[in-house]
């Protein structure tokens, strides 16, 4: 009895609140995307979505009871062999999945279906938290980051032959993980850059954009050899050679974002099939294929901005009657949200999730163990990279990727992958003065 | 350090947040388009399908035309029935029918309950409009026009081809990504090698429609409409009407006829017969004509002209004497005896004969000694090796000619035929164990030979031109500038020289004035034939005959093979002459050599005959 009421007393309730919004939250937009007003339909009927999803929503709760349930020891001795075993099946879905929708990332057991790679996110996080968390781990050195790439890698390379793409971008998200346990934020500005400039690419011609290019880089360098001579001038011999370091540095980016840029071109325009260069440029310019890979993002900013200010109101969207907006349930949730709840809704469930994941980190940052934290981290940068390419693909400033909305989306893997990825945290955090203990 | 790692973390969510609340500002509060695009929302793809080009025969007839009929498509997830049986006495359905459509259509692999499906396809304007009215009580449905193929006459199909839905797998296999399921291609025939230049481009309308129903107008003005643009018409070299002839002549036959210009390789007439009528497989009953055509034991779905392999017997004697006077080993003057001792039988006739007289009497001992004399010219001690250096050179002048080749015609499947090969033989009798007296049976167009009747036209058409030929085809002019295929303003020469054809040219003559085909002959025009009989070792023998006409300004060299019909001078020499005579006069000066070609019924009379056509 004690230790359960020491768990109830440590336990972050109100990150347990906004878990349990999102979850109900979700499940009423579940109903409302399948809503048929002529139908007569219950929210529980089990023939619905509504009604499925209801179902993985008791199966949640009982999966987060057995979670408390065990020994917050278990998680961080374990973490190798949960990870081991989740690779193992990574493997054989390789071989013996059943394919769905193209992509070969489905396990069958019976008439029950499990996707592996959902699970490989917290398997990863377990193993990645557990390599960082020894003492003599450092960040900083070579060796300890080819691991930790080498732990969050390998999965990725496994599902990448599952033909899962969209999973395979969450792992991404370590990235913001391994950030703060030390590595160089310049890696994180390089893949900012990258992206940047490869959007940059899709919307305007490599030569205008070499062009801007090349003016920002003269100015940069007339300014460092202003400055270099005024301080060369002033005998300031040290200062002036520093900015000649710097106009050398700007030179070899701007010759290194050339490349990008005639690279990602290269690609795009003569390595990439017709449809898959559709598939990227409707990010630009929805418009080029209307009833073809732009269709969804058409369809689903139509529902949203046809939300306006305060929306249509709970079950009243229109799009939603005739499947405009296909995967709704799952992978375009928000569009319900967007229509139904207009722009005063949205904002308040994106605010939510910016407080939640800011919770998270709060959450990481308090805790006085390694382990912890760095679970902490991944927990709330791989919600982070879901939020951000869910909504950013609905509104149209990412590419589609199908990957789902955490805790709203329709869908029993998804909603148990990120149950287990939250309450393993809010166990282990419960447990934070233990922990110190050791 | 590490505090403010976390900081930069958190405010790159915050970031995110704002960036989301930003951008959802402009789409839902600024921009107001979105809201009128949601009301008219049912975007609505029409596809605008193109005509597909008309064919011509070569004088202007229409040969080809498009028929409009209605593809009735149904969006299910609009389709609300609520009487069952009164809808379909509405669409003149039985219920059954009607699940079973359902059924079917949402088996389909691209089956969407929002998107429109094709309901009852191709209907006619007469059935559409029966319907039409009703369609206003029911939601969901809307026409789609498209056009099927018809026929003004019921000649040519094995040539034109048809067209029909395009097959999963030619869905898969496109390289140029252009169809879309429910789409026709051409399957066959002229329909299939000129499906490119007939299909147009199609077009497409994205209308939006609202909630009711009811068209709100196009999507974006208009901007992302495409025009169909229509296919490009043909120009045939086909003379309808000789085509139509010859159809007749060959009714109750098996067999074929194909009649050339030998001045342009233009195909006039192309018989594959027994035939079917093209508007059988058009429209709505297109599958079960098509069982039906399959299932049909003389298999008129078979293209005779290109695909039947024959033996070509005597006719084959004009490619020998030519190829034998270009080797050297014999001249106009040559004389052989009637020597059946030699092996090869012969039918009475004069003898000795000489090169013209071997053509006349279509002499076989003659042959034997021509192409003996090719194989063996003593070029090396060993007798078989000479063979090999005998046959080798005769092979290359023999194929020369287009033989044991595809020729290039416009149309698909056409097969080579057969010349033996020198490791042919080797393979059959072993190398240097084989010598003219194994392959003799090719001197008179037997043994391993195998030649189609489009081949035996074209020899023909060389003969006419002394020595070269323009490759038949089918079309001669494409679209409104009327250009034509390179390849068929190409002169291919044959290796014997032209100096060689004069004298087969009066051997040809003298085969109608006072030879094997003389009851052929017509009073004004002067005919170079050749007949003959093709030995079948599973019936009756073939009759085949080329000839050309005028002689001196060739303008018709034809070739006639019918099955099972006996000698080449009774059957298939009769009906060539008709046939020029139709081309050249445009009377028949001969009624009875009609009458008794038109009353004479192969088929019935021997039904249980195994065609060799088919191996």
């Known amino acids: ?438 | 350090m590490i505090t403010s790692r976390k900081t930069v973390i958190q405010f790159i969510f915050i970031l995110v947040g704002i960036i989301f609340i930003v951008r959802l500002f402009f789409i839902q509060v600024v921009d107001s388009t979105y809201k009128f695009e949601a009301q008219n929302n049912v975007m609505r793809r029409v596809i605008e399908y193109p005509y597909r080009g008309l064919i011509y025969d070569r004088n202007g007839k229409l040969l080809v035309y498009n028929t409009p009929v209605i593809d009735l498509m149904v969006t299910m997830k609009e389709l609300k029935i609520s009487d069952t049986a009164k809808f379909c006495s509405d669409f003149s359905i039985t219920k059954e029918e009607f699940l079973s459509i359902i059924k079917k259509m949402k088996q389909d692999k691209g089956y969407s309950s929002v998107k429109p499906m094709p309901f009852l396809k191709q209907l006619s304007i007469t059935d559409f409009a029966k319907i039409q009215d009703h369609l206003i009580d029911y939601k969901g449905f809307y026409p789609q026009a498209r056009t099927i193929r018809s026929y003004p006459h019921t000649s040519l199909a094995n040539a034109l081809g048809y067209i029909g839905e395009i097959s999963k797998r030619q869905l898969e296999n496109q390289k140029e990504n252009y169809y879309l399921q429910g789409d026709y291609i051409g399957i066959s025939g002229l329909e299939a090698s000129y499906e490119k230049e007939l299909r147009g481009k199609r077009g497409a309308r994205y209308l939006m429609v609202n909630v009711k129903g009811v068209e709100k107008g196009s999507y974006k003005n208009g901007q992302y409409d495409t025009l169909s643009i229509p296919g490009e018409n043909l120009i045939s070299t086909i003379d309808l009407e000789l085509q139509q002839y010859g159809e007749k002549l060959m009714q109750n036959k098996v067999g074929s006829i194909v009649a050339i210009e030998p001045a342009t390789g233009e195909i006039l007439a192309f018989i594959s017969a027994p035939s079917y009528d093209p508007n059988l497989l058009t429209g709505r009953k297109f599958s079960e004509n098509y069982r039906k055509l399959e299932s049909d034991s003389l298999k008129p779905l078979f293209n005779r002209p290109l695909m039947a392999m024959y033996p070509p017997g005597s006719i084959f004697k004009l490619a020998q004497a030519l190829v034998g006077q270009q080797i050297g080993v014999v001249k106009p003057t040559t004389s052989y005896p009637c020597n059946q001792s030699w092996g090869p039988k012969c039918h009475p006739h004069p003898s000795p004969v000489d090169l013209k007289g071997s053509i006349q009497y279509s002499c076989n001992p003659y042959y034997y000694m021509v192409f003996k004399n090719m194989i063996y010219q003593n070029k090396h001690e060993n007798k078989f090796k000479d063979s090999e250096i005998g046959f080798d050179q005769w092979r290359d002048l023999i194929i020369s000619f287009g033989f044991g080749q595809k020729l290039a015609i416009d149309l698909p499947n056409v097969k080579s035929g057969y010349i033996p090969t020198n490791s042919f033989y080797d393979r059959i009798h072993g190398d240097l164990r084989w010598k003219h007296s194994t392959i003799r049976s090719l001197d008179i167009g037997q043994g391993e030979l195998l030649i189609v009747p489009l081949q035996m036209a074209n020899m023909a058409a060389i003969i006419a031109n002394k020595g070269y030929y323009y490759t038949p085809h089918l079309i001669k002019a494409i679209g409104e500038d009327k250009k034509v295929p390179a390849e068929y303003k190409t002169k291919h020469y044959v290796k014997v020289e032209p100096k060689y054809f004069p004298v087969i040219a009066d051997g040809m003559e003298m085969v109608m004035s006072g030879g094997t085909a003389a009851s052929s002959r017509i009073k004004d025009i002067v005919i170079c034939g050749k007949t003959g009989t093709v030995q079948n070792p599973h019936g009756e023998d073939h009759s085949v005959f080329i000839a050309y006409a005028p002689k001196d300004d060739p303008k018709i060299a034809i070739a006639t093979y019918v099955e099972n019909a006996g000698f080449g001078g009774v059957w298939a020499a009769p009906i060539s002459s008709l046939m020029i005579e139709k081309y050249l006069k445009d009377t028949i000066t001969r009624p009875h050599i009609e009458k008794r070609i038109l009353e004479k019924d192969f088929i019935n009379k021997k039904p249980k005959t195994v065609s060799s056509s088919t191996r």
């Not at chain 1, 990727?401 to 893997?413: A, E, K, V």
């Open chain 1, 1 to 438: 009895m004690r230790s359960e009421d020491s768990l109830s007393k440590n336990i972050d309730w109100l990150t347990v609140l906004f878990y349990a919004v999102f979850v109900i939250a979700g499940w009423l937009n579940v109903f409302a995307a399948v809503y048929d007003a002529d139908a007569n339909q219950s929210i529980f009927d089990l023939s619905l979505n509504s009604g499925k999803q209801l179902m993985w929503i008791g199966t949640a709760i009982v999966l987060i009871i057995i979670i408390l349930a065990i020994d917050y020891k278990f998680y961080s001795t374990f973490s190798y062999v949960i990870y081991g075993g989740i690779i193992f099946l990574l493997l054989i879905t390789i071989f013996l999945g059943t394919e769905v929708k193209g992509s070969k990332s489905w396990f069958e057991i019976g008439s029950f279906r499990i996707q592996p790679a959902e699970f490989a996110k917290f398997a990863t996080g377990l193993a990645l938290a557990s390599y960082l968390g020894r003492v003599n781990v450092k960040m900083e050195k070579l060796k300890t980051q080819l691991i930790a790439a080498g732990i969050i890698l390998f999965p990725c390379l496994l599902i990448l032959l599952q033909n899962e793409t969209g999973t395979v971008l969450v792992f991404s998200a370590f990235v913001l993980v391994l950030y703060r346990e030390g590595l160089s934020p310049w890696i994180l500005i390089f893949g900012v850059v990258c992206v940047a400039l490869f959007i940059l690419t899709l919307i305007f011609h490599k030569v205008i954009l070499l062009q801007v290019l090349g003016v920002l880089l003269a100015l940069l360098i007339i300014y460092f050899a202003y400055q270099a001579i005024s301080n060369w001038v002033n005998k300031k011999v040290n200062r002036a050679k520093r900015y000649i370091t710097y106009s050398i540095i700007s030179a070899a980016s701007f010759m290194f974002a050339a490349g990008v840029v005639f690279s990602v071109d290269f690609f795009v325009y003569e390595i990439l099939q017709e449809h898959q260069r559709k598939r990227i440029l409707v990010l630009v310019n929805p418009d080029i294929d209307p009833l073809g890979a732009g269709y969804n993002v058409i369809q689903s900013k139509i529902a949203i901005g046809s939300g306006e200010f305060i929306g249509k109101g709970f079950l009243q969207g229109t799009q939603t009657k005739f499947d405009f907006v296909p995967e709704q349930s799952t992978d375009f949730i928000f569009c319900t949200i967007g229509e139904e709840h207009g722009w005063l809704g949205s904002s308040l469930l994106i605010t939510l999730y910016v407080l939640f994941m800011m919770r998270l980190v709060h959450l990481a940052e308090r805790q006085k163990d390694k382990f912890s934290r760095i679970f902490g981290y991944s927990v709330a940068s791989i919600i982070f990279i879901h939020f951000m390419i869910n909504i950013g693909m609905t509104i149209g400033i990412f590419p589609v990727i199908g990957i789902p909305l955490p805790f709203f989306s329709y869908g029993g893997s998804s909603l148990w992958s990120f149950t287990i990825l939250l309450f393993i945290f809010l166990k282990l955090d419960a447990h934070r003065r233990q922990l110190l203990s050791h």
